[in-house]
């Protein structure tokens, strides 16, 4: 900063005034925290550009007017309290000439004018940047010829502040007008429209900001200008929402915070802001329907509930129903348009599905003899018209959304089934085109239950991704007959081979006695029954995709060249022994197998029970395969064994066989027992055991498990189902 040198005794005094001043300051600092400079002495921008002179009397551009006659700093205590200016640039007729300078914001009498000073920062344009109070360094700054630039300076009072340079090609224009809509619809996007005093420059930007909760939050949305005029639209907003917003310039893009500190120009309907209201529609039923069932068959008296659904905008899908929405079931004997009907049963609200409001009404219950019935949904809000619902979704038209169908029967005569149901399984798990067993019961007094199957009796197993009522599936795989259990006959049908792709299936029985109506049945822990949906209900089976088999090599390599027939058997072919193929007394075969680990071994097939066990020891041999094929254990074994013995006669009995629970093991003599799934993972074991055991098998799904039983020197397996 430029200033002259005084003399000593000069320096003195001056000390002496210093030291007074720096004492007012404190105190007046202290005081003032939070508050505004002295407005009479104002902000100042001396600097190298003025030469120094403070107050810059000398450009009026640079000095406040509250302390220059003429001064264009001026204060703005819209929003955010602040000084700004506006000057230009220029070799020639401009406020100031381009260069860069050394500068200060400043404020003091006209006697101490540097007595408050802010500053030590490199000015980059279009961005706030902090300004310390009583700094050391100068400011210094860089300004073109041609450029014009507007300043704004936060009054924070004497203490670090921001200020901000925004640098344009053209003086900055004036914003003329802000449009207000005269009607907005909810959630609906609103055009507004701003124009100019003049086509800004490159470097301006118009922005429109505006709030939802009264100023609490609020956004800049640039806006699109041609020439003088532009637009903006303004997010749609819910009923009952006020938006209000006013225009600004500014140079900052992507403006988001300090909005006040970085405005060259606005426009705020002075200071009043600009809004408008989003007012709430009048409550009207905008769709309604007949939900479910599309079609139905029942006898005299039974039961037929009808649902149908109704939405107004922003009233209905609450916890509650709609007030003032009222519903009827309809139904006639003719299929014509329901504003015709007589027959109309006032329905019950049944809750809330989505944004609609759900009632039923049971159909049956009213309409007392046979025939082929019409049925629609019937909907009032208040003392409105009536609207009636179609089934397929939507106001009803007789065309794409239309009446139900309802056939209503006499009882059939005996005989009929009187009970069906889905034994088992009620879940399970495969991977895809494996096999899945399902089972399936009926019962006719007096004819099912025989040592025949019944005539006319009829079954199969349907399957569907969605879990709906089973009348409407179209995919049925026939059953066959399986035996008679108890009074009732069982059949049964593999649906695993025809489930198409990966993903979760439900599925239930069918029965059909010759002709006769269609019953379903659903699976319960008590037995099952016709499926209802809620006690008796579908099963449900998971297809996942298949694990990858790896092939695996064993070999047998007969050390005493005197075997003829050595045969493999492991838990992998659930004990089943399986014939190799002979080269030179080494005997092989190839299994494909899935990743797990496997117990195995070797018998000479001599024409006895049991063959002779061609592996030393009281062990079986080992092999594990990972997720990759990779092979660990025991897949080639020499044998040296020359005589053997038969394995022992059965040690134990193990029922019920198949078991859907407990399974009864009742030992012989001492034993150990360990119970295998195909693919060689223990599941249960037990060591020296004796007398009655019992092994849970009720949570494990359904398919073969093996139990190998070791007594003495000897192994025994057994096969076990689990149903």
Not at 522 to 534: E, L, P, V
Not at 595 to 609: H, K, N, S, V
Not at 652 to 660: E, I, Q, S, V
């Amino acid at each position: 900063m430029k200033k002259n040198l005084p003399t000593l005794a000069g320096k003195a005094f001056r000390l002496f005034q210093l030291l007074c001043i720096s004492f007012v300051i404190q105190v007046f600092i202290v005081d003032s925290v939070q508050a505004q400079i002295w407005r009479p002495e104002g902000l100042n921008m001396p600097g190298a550009w003025n030469g120094w002179t403070n107050p810059p009397a000398n450009n009026l551009a640079l000095a406040s007017s509250t302390q220059v006659p003429g001064g264009k700093i001026t204060i703005d205590t819209v929003g955010t309290t602040r000084w700004k200016t506006i000057f230009s640039v220029a070799a020639t007729g401009g406020d100031l000439v381009g260069g860069t300078y050394a500068w200060l914001f400043t404020s003091g009498p006209s006697s101490g004018a540097f007595n408050n000073k802010w500053a030590g920062v490199n000015v980059v344009m279009n961005t706030l940047q902090t300004y310390v109070y009583q700094g050391a360094a100068d400011n210094n700054i860089t300004i073109v010829n041609g450029k014009w630039y507007s300043v704004n300076w936060e009054d924070k009072g004497y203490m670090s502040s921001k200020a901000i340079f925004m640098e344009s090609s053209a003086l900055p224009v004036n914003i003329v007008s802000v449009s207000v809509p005269v009607s907005v619809s909810p959630n609906t996007a609103t055009p507004i429209t701003v124009t100019t005093s003049a086509a800004k420059s490159a470097e301006e930007i118009i922005y429109l900001r505006y709030t939802t909760d009264a100023w609490a939050t609020s956004v800049a949305l640039p806006v699109t200008m041609s020439g003088t005029s532009g637009t903006v639209d303004l997010p749609g907003q819910a009923s009952g929402t006020t938006v209000s917003y006013y225009a600004l310039s500014s140079t900052v893009t992507g403006l988001s915070t300090d909005f006040d500190l970085c405005t060259i120009y606005l426009n705020n309907n002075l200071g009043a802001n600009y809004s408008y209201s989003i007012a709430a529609p009048t409550p009207t039923i905008t769709w309604a329907n007949l939900q479910e069932p599309e079609s139905g068959d029942i006898e005299t008296g039974e039961t037929f509930e009808v649902y149908g659904q109704a939405y107004i905008p922003g009233v209905t899908g609450q916890d509650t129903s709609a007030p003032g929405l009222q519903a009827w079931v309809g139904y006639s004997a003719s299929n014509t348009n329901p504003n015709t009907w007589t027959n109309w049963i006032l329905a019950d609200y049944n809750g809330s599905d989505g944004n609609n409001d759900e009632f039923f009404a049971d159909l049956g219950a009213v309409i007392p003899s046979a025939g082929t019935y019409y049925y629609a949904t019937r909907f009032q809000l208040n003392v409105d018209p009536y609207v009636y619902g179609g089934y397929n979704g939507g106001f009803w038209d007789g065309t794409t959304n239309i009446s139900g169908i309802l056939t209503i029967t006499d009882p059939i005569p005996d005989p009929d089934f009187e009970w069906v149901n889905l034994q088992y399984p009620d879940t399970g798990t495969i991977v895809l085109q494996e096999d899945y067993i399902v089972y399936a019961q009926a019962y006719i007094q007096g004819v099912t239950g025989q040592p025949t199957p019944a005539p006319g009796v009829q079954c199969w197993i349907g399957f569907s991704t969605t879990n709906s009522n089973p009348n409407t599936w179209n995919n049925w795989v026939p059953a066959a007959y399986a035996n008679a259990v108890g009074n009732n006959d069982e059949f049964t049908a593999n649906i695993g081979t025809q489930l198409p792709a990966t993903g979760t299936y439900y599925y239930a029985s069918r029965f059909q006695l010759n002709t006769g109506s269609y019953f379903y049945g659903g699976y319960s822990d008590s037995g099952g029954g016709i499926w209802d949906g809620n006690d008796n209900v579908s099963g449900e089976v998971i297809v996942n995709a298949p694990i990858v088999k790896f092939p695996v090599l064993f070999t047998i390599i007969d050390g005493t060249q005197l075997n003829t027939n050595i045969k493999f058997k492991g838990s992998m072919t659930a004990w089943d022994t399986v014939s190799m193929i002979p080269n030179n007394h080494t005997w092989t075969l190839t299994l494909d197998l899935l990743p797990g680990t496997y117990e195995w071994g070797a018998i000479e097939d001599d024409g006895t029970a049991n063959g002779l066990w061609l592996i030393a020891g009281t062990n079986n041999l080992s092999v594990t395969l990972d997720n990759s094929g990779s092979i660990t254990g025991t897949v080639t074994y020499t044998t040296l064994i020359t005589t053997g013995v038969e394995e022992p006669k059965t040690v134990c009995n193990a029922f019920p066989n198949p078991t859907d629970g407990d399974l009864n093991v009742q030992l012989l003599e001492k034993a150990s027992l360990v119970l295998f799934d195909l693919n060689g993972k223990k599941l249960y074991y037990t060591k020296d055991a004796t007398g009655d055991q019992q092994i849970d098998m009720s949570d494990f799904n359904s398919g073969v498990y093996v139990l190998e039983i070791h007594s003495g020197n000897s192994i025994q397996h057994q096969r076990i189902v689990k149903k």
